[in-house]
C-alpha cells in the first residue's frame, strides 16, 4: 500500500499502457484487485510527462531499481515490467504486483510503503536505471 502522498510521474507511454492494462483486467488476480485500485487513484493524479521529458531517477515501465527494506536494511534490485513479462524467479516483476505499483513513478530517494502478506513494509529507492531502446526490444 502507497502512502506518499506527492503525485507520481509517469510518461505518456507508460500511463497509456498501464491504463490499457488496468482496462482490460485480463492480468489481475483476484489478489492484486486492491492494488489495482490504488493504481487507478494514482494514475488520477499522476503527473504525465512527453517520453524524452521523464527524469532518469523515476522508475519507469523496464527500470531496474535497487529498494533498501529500511527495517532489516536488506536490498534487492528488481525490473517494473508488464504482466506477461513478469518472471519472480529473474526478477521481473509485474506492473500490476504490489511492488511494481507500490514503485512506479517514484523516485531515487523516495520512500515508499507497500503491504505484504507478512505485514507492512517500507523502502528507500536507491537506484534506477534504464534500459535503452535498443535494449529493451
Known amino acids: 500500500m502507497l502512502t506518499q502522498q506527492k503525485p507520481i ?6 500511463h497509456g499502457l498501464i ?12 489478489s492484486d484487485q486492491p492494488n489495482a485500485i490504488q493504481l487507478e487513484a494514482e494514475l488520477k493524479r499522476a503527473e504525465i510527462v512527453d517520453n524524452s521529458d521523464l527524469p532518469s531517477d523515476v522508475v519507469s515501465l523496464n527500470s531496474s531499481v535497487t529498494v533498501k527494506e529500511m527495517r ?9 515490467v508488464i504482466p506477461e513479462l513478469a518472471n ?6 509485474s506492473i500490476l504486483s504490489p ?3 507500490a514503485l512506479i513513478g517514484f523516485r531515487k530517494a523516495d520512500v515508499v510503503q507497500w503491504t505484504v502478506p507478512s505485514g507492512e513494509k517500507t523502502f528507500l529507492i536507491e537506484d534506477v536505471k534504464h534500459e535503452t ?5
Open 72 to 80: 532489516s536494511g536488506s536490498r534487492m534490485t528488481l525490473k517494473i
Open 88 to 93: 519472480v524467479k529473474e526478477k521481473r516483476i
Open 133 to 137: 531502446a535498443r535494449a529493451m526490444s
Open 99 to 101: 511492488i511494481g505499483t
Open 9 to 14: 510521474v509517469l510518461s505518456k507511454q507508460d
Open 19 to 30: 491504463t490499457e492494462y488496468l482496462r482490460n483486467g485480463t492480468w489481475l488476480k483476484p
